[in-house]
């Protein structure tokens, strides 16, 4: 079955840089696009970043634009996807998800990320 595992979220300060991986399973990897959503207290899940199956063409929210870049490997075998988060702005906090075919698709469990002095 499919299976999306998050890691790397945490606390950094206003201005630090944090680097989220999500190992995929279960599906064709590079058949998919794969996306960053994320959800901050009492607000809607929003889509940070999407990839396309082959790596080739990405979009990012425009919050993020500049400061996030989303990338995806194939290593031994180990999908993964990642989001490399710069700049980071106390606005960024939220748990951040992984997804695999959109909003009706499959999600990881989710990754808290804390942006604060």
């Known amino acids: 079955q499919v299976q999306l595992v998050e890691s790397g979220g945490g606390l950094v300060q206003p201005g630090g840089s944090l680097r989220l991986s999500c190992a995929a399973s279960?599906?064709?990897?590079?058949?998919?696009?794969m996306s960053w959503y994320r959800q901050a207290p009492g607000k809607e899940r929003e889509l940070v970043a999407r990839?396309?199956?082959?790596?080739?063409?990405?979009?990012?929210a425009d919050s993020v634009k500049g400061r996030f870049t989303i990338s995806r490997t194939r290593d031994n075998a180990k999908n993964t996807v990642y989001l490399q988060m710069n700049s980071l702005k106390p606005e960024d906090t939220a748990v951040y998800y992984c997804?695999?075919?959109?909003?009706?698709?499959?999600w990881g469990q989710g990754t808290q990320v804390t942006v604060s002095s």
């Open positions: 997804n695999v075919r959109g909003p009706t698709g499959y």
């Open positions: 279960g599906f064709t990897f590079g058949t998919y696009a």
């Open positions: 990839i396309s199956g082959n790596g080739g063409s990405t979009e990012y």
